[in-house]
């Protein structure tokens, strides 16, 4: 039997009353007992939370916890981030689907960005799901990853997929959705996807629900911004899902104050759009992902030869004439590169390409190649393209959440992956955002849970206990680059186990804590 706890005095914030209210808050046998004032004790354990904020656990729109979750690598920081539901299957790229050769086109984009992978494949969402309900560090929602489906029925190929593989790829979809999975996520820049045309991704999408969320990643963050939102518009009108934009930006030269334009745009659009952000100027993504699309297709391993070879010198001519791609915004002077802590490299980190070309007399192609075979592929770059005010600007908007892309491999460097929400309550809390802390949580919680067609994120009685007690007096800004432990969670729940206590990671891992879409498991 669960110990029933009783968290006495703190100021209780349901996810979604637009007040909060000091008040007692029981857990009992997992769920959310009672609220109230000067509740008994009962046998409960009580715990003094006077002068701190009790909150629902955070839902991360935006995970890369998929490994994670099921290892432990780097869940110390996502718990003390105050995440307790990680939706995960982002950008393309997941664990569910990818088996077989695609379980190793997958390992070669998501190492950098998940750390280690566990030795078990899935060949579905359901098998991905019913592996987490065995035990898992964190509740775990997944999307259809987009890319992982292409790679399974496609594998490495970077052409157009015929009509026999598109309706493969979507039988795989509508499988994943009928499984429970909360989406389906698209990686458009990120190999095997980036081959994909806007018609295959009609095709492949056709038939699902009406209303399902498409998250995206989007085809260009640089010049093609537009058109690359007019592809996700037309994708969703055909088929009549609903545009969710994955950690979405207006970065780059001239775009300073243009936010307001693009939320205008998805106002007025015939369906309703929603957004993730995370609270920093600087992006984050793997190294190989700033390579010529002439060798994505390729394994790590085979292109680790190609650049040692005699192509790597025109590989890094190709770079320098085209510059970073489509993923990044702007030019080589904002992108660092890091994760080098243990290479001969290590005095390159967080430094930018432009300043070690100029330093060391080469070119930015040729540091980037140079990073990626000393790495094995397995460093990130930090890109430092976005605007204050364009940050600001979405995630005041009601059509807002909270979503970290924390990258949880190579070091963890940056931020964004333990401290999106604290920084994000921690501008609320200051004023400086134009938005309450009522109803920055309600984005953390209760409108991500909406979205996503959780049961969680909420304090109401019956739902989960996945419960935070957060002490404000140490919710800070922290840093812009590197890793960062957070300071602010004194306590937290999930299924009303104790997760952190006094400050301090317990390592809980526990069964049954998969999230289906429309269940409030």
Request: hydrophobic share 40%.
């Amino acid at each position: 039997m669960k110990t029933s706890y009783l968290l006495r005095g703190g100021a209780v914030f349901s996810g979604i009353s637009p007040r909060r209210s000091r008040a007692d808050l029981r857990i009992a046998d997992g769920l959310i007992a009672e609220i109230g004032p000067s509740l008994p004790a009962d046998g409960s354990k009580v715990i003094d939370v006077e002068g701190m904020w009790v909150t629902p656990g955070f839902i991360d729109a935006h995970s890369h916890a998929d490994a994670a979750v099921l290892t432990g690598e780097g869940m110390d920081v996502r718990a003390l981030s105050g995440v307790t539901t990680e939706i995960v299957g982002q950008d393309g790229l997941g664990l569910s689907f990818a088996y077989g050769a695609a379980h190793q086109v997958m390992a070669d984009s998501l190492g950098t960005i998940v750390g280690q992978l566990p030795d078990a494949q899935f060949s579905d969402a359901e098998q991905f799901l019913r592996f987490i309900d065995l035990a898992a560090f964190a509740r775990v929602a997944t999307l259809v990853p987009h890319g992982a489906v292409r790679a399974t029925v496609m594998g490495r190929n970077l052409r157009e997929a015929t009509l026999e593989e598109r309706n493969d790829m979507r039988r795989h979809i509508a499988l994943g959705m009928a499984q429970g999975a909360v989406g389906v996520s698209t990686g458009l820049t990120y190999a095997p996807a980036l081959a994909a045309s806007t018609q295959e991704l009609i095709d492949v999408t056709s038939g699902l629900p009406e209303g399902t969320p498409y998250v995206t990643h989007l085809r260009s963050y640089g010049n093609d911004l537009d058109r690359s939102l007019d592809e996700a518009f037309a994708i969703c009108s055909r088929n009549d899902l609903s545009l969710h934009l994955s950690h979405f930006h207006v970065s780059g030269p001239g775009r300073a104050g243009s936010a307001d334009r693009y939320i205008q745009r998805f106002r007025n659009s015939s369906r309703p759009v929603t957004w993730d952000t995370y609270p920093y100027t600087a992006g984050c993504t793997f190294i190989g992902a700033l390579l010529p699309v002439s060798v994505q297709s390729n394994s790590t391993q085979d292109l680790t030869a190609i650049l040692n070879g005699t192509a790597g010198a025109a590989l890094a001519r190709e770079l320098d004439a085209l510059g970073p791609g489509p993923t990044i915004a702007a030019g080589w002077e904002t992108i660092h590169v890091a994760g080098l802590e243990a290479t001969r490299l290590h005095p390159w980190n967080y430094r930018s390409v432009t300043e070690l070309a100029e330093e060391t007399g080469e070119t930015c192609g040729s540091i980037v190649l140079q990073v990626f075979l000393e790495t094995a592929g397995s460093a990130c770059v930090l890109v430092d393209q976005g605007h204050p005010d364009n940050i600001r600007e979405l995630a005041s908007a009601p059509e807002h959440m909270v979503g970290s892309d924390g990258i949880l491999g190579a070091g963890m460097p940056h931020p964004r992956v333990s401290n999106s929400f604290f920084r994000f309550l921690d501008w609320a809390n200051r004023g400086l955002l134009p938005v309450t802390v009522e109803t920055m949580i309600a984005k953390m919680t209760s409108r991500t849970a909406d979205r996503f067609a959780l049961g969680s994120g909420r304090l109401t009685p019956g739902r989960p206990a996945d419960v935070l007690v957060i002490r404000p007096d140490a919710l800070e800004e922290g840093p812009a680059m590197g890793p960062y432990r957070p300071r602010a969670l004194h306590r937290s729940f999930i299924d009303g186990e104790p997760v952190v206590v006094d400050g301090s990671w317990q390592g809980t891992k526990l069964p049954g804590l998969a999230a289906r879409r429309n269940n409030q498991s």
